[in-house]
C-alpha cells in the first residue's frame, strides 16, 4: 500500500475486534467472561484458520473481508473493484481498499495450467474456500469442489451466485441488481405508481457475503463434530444465493400473500402497516427519522409535540394508527418543519422517543459515537461489527497492492524457492511486487 495515503475503512461486519493476520473476524456467540490480561493476548475466534479467497467484485470478497484471508487475483489488472468508482491518487479504488482489509494478495493466472496447479495446492491445506464465479467455471478449471476433496476432505467450499447451486436457473449469471428484483425486494421500495428504486449501493451483493460467511463459521463448527464422529469428509459446501440473502431480508411479504392473498406495495418513505415510522422534514432543508410506533411512544411522542389531541381510543393500538396515518404524519411533519434538527432530537430525546438526523458520508465520519465505537479507523477505512468484548478485531491493513503477498505466500505456504517464484513471473502465470 502508498505509504502515503490514508484510507478510512469502515470495520469488519462482525465486531470481533481484530482478525488474526491468518485468521478473522468473524461471527460467534462469546461467553461472557472476565480475564485480567489484555485482549491482546487472548486468541482470536477463529485464528488459525486458514481462508483461500477465489472472489471477485463484491459478494465473494465481502464474505473474504470478513474472514480474512489469502486474496487470489488475476496478474494483469487483479479484481475488477481495483478501478470500479473514484479513485485514488495511487489509481485505486477507495472502495477496493476497504473490502480487501486484511487480506494478502497473491496474483495467479487462473486460466494457466500451471496457475491451477498453485491454487490447488493452496487449497489443499486451506481450512476455507470462497469463490463466486459463474456457475461451472470452477469446475471447468477442475477446481470444483470434488477435485478439492480428493486431498483436502476437510476443506469448507463456499460458493456464491445469483441463483444457487441447483434448480433451472443455477446456470445463469446473477449480479445483485437482478437478484434483487427477483427476490421482491425491488418491487417494495419506491413510490406508488412509479419505477421501483434501487438503494445506492450493492445491497444484494453485501448480504450474500454476510450469509456466506455464517455458512462458514457453521460449517467450521459442524466440522469439529464431525470429526469427533469420525466422519471421513467433515468438510462441505455452503452454497449461497444472492437472491435468498435477499429473500430473508424480506419479512412477512410470502406469508401475507400466501394467507390474505395482500402484495405487498411500495410504501415511499414509510413502512406499511407501522405507524407512525417516516421520514419528516426539518427546519433548514434537513429531515429526520422518527419512529414512534409503540402504543406507549406514540402517547410520548404526541405530547412532545403538543398534539394530545391525537390519542385516545382511535389512536391506541398500531392498528387504529394505520387508519389514520394521513392525520398523525401530517401533525408530526407540520411540527418539525418548524424545528432544526437539533432541537427536534433533544425534545425527543427527553421524551424517550426513538429519533436520528440522516447521515451521509461526511456526518459519519465526523461523528463522536461512530468514532468512539472503533468504526472508523485510521487505515483510513469503516469498523467492525457486532463487537466481541474479549476476543475484539482490528484492520491490520487497508486493501493491498496487486500482488503485494504472492512471493510470501508462494515460499511459506507452498515451499517455493525465490528463483522459482520469479520463474513464474516471468511466464505470466504469477505477479510479484517486491
Excluded at 436457473?169 to 421500495?189: D, H, M, Q, T, W
Excluded at 391506541?316 to 398523525?328: F, L, T, Y
Excluded at 505466500?409 to 517464484?421: H, M
Aim: net charge neutral.
Amino acid at each position: 500500500m502508498n505509504s502515503l495515503l490514508h484510507v478510512k475503512l469502515p470495520g469488519a461486519l462482525l465486531k470481533v475486534t481484530g482478525p488474526s493476520k491468518t485468521g478473522v473476524a468473524a461471527l460467534t456467540k462469546q461467553p461472557r467472561l472476565f480475564y485480567s490480561t489484555s485482549t491482546e493476548q487472548l486468541p482470536k475466534p477463529l485464528a488459525g484458520i486458514k481462508v483461500l479467497e477465489l472472489g471477485q467484485l463484491i459478494a465473494g470478497p465481502f464474505c473474504g473481508s470478513i474472514l480474512g484471508d489469502i486474496k487470489v487475483e488475476p496478474p494483469k489488472i487483479g479484481d475488477p473493484l481495483r478501478l470500479w468508482r473514484h479513485l485514488d491518487q495511487d489509481g485505486q479504488s477507495p472502495w477496493f481498499r476497504s473490502l480487501a482489509r486484511n487480506k494478502k494478495s497473491v496474483c495467479i493466472d487462473l486460466k494457466t495450467e500451471k496457475g491451477r496447479s498453485l491454487v490447488k495446492q493452496l487449497a489443499e491445506t486451506s481450512d476455507v474456500l470462497i469463490e463466486n464465479f459463474k456457475p461451472g467455471t470452477m469446475e471447468k478449471w477442475g477446481l470444483g469442489p470434488d477435485d478439492l476433496y480428493a486431498k483436502n476432505p476437510s476443506l469448507i467450499y463456499t460458493r456464491i451466485s445469483g441463483y444457487g447451486g441447483t434448480g433451472p436457473k443455477s446456470a445463469l449469471p446473477g449480479f445483485a441488481s437482478v437478484c434483487e428484483g427477483y427476490s421482491g425486494f425491488r418491487f417494495i421500495n419506491g413510490h406508488s405508481g412509479e419505477a421501483p428504486v434501487r438503494p445506492n449501493i450493492s445491497l444484494g451483493d453485501s448480504l450474500a457475503g454476510m450469509h456466506a460467511a455464517l455458512g462458514v463459521v457453521l460449517s467450521l463448527y459442524g466440522r469439529d463434530k464431525l470429526k469427533k464422529l469420525g466422519c471421513e469428509q467433515p468438510g462441505q459446501v455452503v452454497d449461497v444465493a444472492i437472491y435468498e440473502a435477499m429473500l430473508n431480508m424480506m419479512e412477512g411479504i410470502i406469508p401475507e400473500y400466501d394467507r390474505m392473498g395482500q402484495i405487498r406495495q411500495p410504501s415511499g418513505t414509510t413502512v406499511t402497516g407501522i405507524v407512525p415510522t417516516n421520514t419528516y422534514p426539518c427546519k433548514g432543508g434537513k429531515h429526520v427519522i422518527i419512529g414512534g410506533n409503540g402504543d406507549s411512544i406514540y402517547k410520548r411522542l404526541m405530547k412532545a409535540i403538543g398534539r394530545e389531541d391525537l390519542t385516545g381510543p382511535n389512536y391506541e393500538s398500531n392498528s387504529h394508527r394505520v387508519k389514520e396515518q394521513n392525520v398523525i404524519d401530517r401533525a408530526i411533519s407540520d411540527w418539525t418543519s418548524a424545528h432544526e434538527p437539533d432541537y427536534i432530537l433533544q425534545i425527543l430525546s427527553n421524551a424517550s422517543v426513538p429519533a436520528g438526523k440522516i447521515y451521509d458520508a461526511k456526518d459519519i465520519v465526523e461523528d463522536e459515537h461512530i468514532n468512539a465505537r472503533g468504526m472508523i479507523e485510521e487505515v483510513t477505512i469503516p469498523g467492525m461489527s457486532p463487537k466481541l468484548n474479549q476476543t475484539p478485531g482490528s484492520t491490520e491493513w487497508a486493501g493491498p497492492d496487486l500482488g503485494a503477498h504472492t512471493s510470501e505466500v508462494l515460499e511459506s505456504q507452498l515451499g517455493l524457492t525465490k528463483a522459482d517464484v520469479e520463474a513464474l513471473n516471468n511466464e505470466g502465470v504469477t505477479k510479484s511486487v517486491l
